[in-house]
């Protein structure tokens, strides 16, 4: 179930609301309680794993390359 980022211009409040995106749901202010609220544009957060000291950042990736394309570019790795 997608979040949703929401601002009460009444209060200036930033709050979240958890709901189907099909469902047309109120937002209500969790600080004030008014129903004047703003959707806003927020990122999404991509599930995964980093690793800081992985062999993909240091260039030294023993991930085979292949027709000169190497999955390591750019500091990710097609070996995780």
Known sequence: MPIYEYRCLNCNNRFEIMHLASKKEDAVCSKCGSKKTE???????????????S??????????????????????????
């Open 39 to 53: 959707k806003l544009m927020s990122s999404f957060a991509a599930v995964g794993s980093s690793d800081s000291s």
């Open 55 to 80: 062999s993909c950042d240091t260039g030294s990736c023993d991930y085979p390359s292949t027709g000169g394309y190497s999955p390591c570019s750019g500091g990710t790795c097609g070996m995780m």
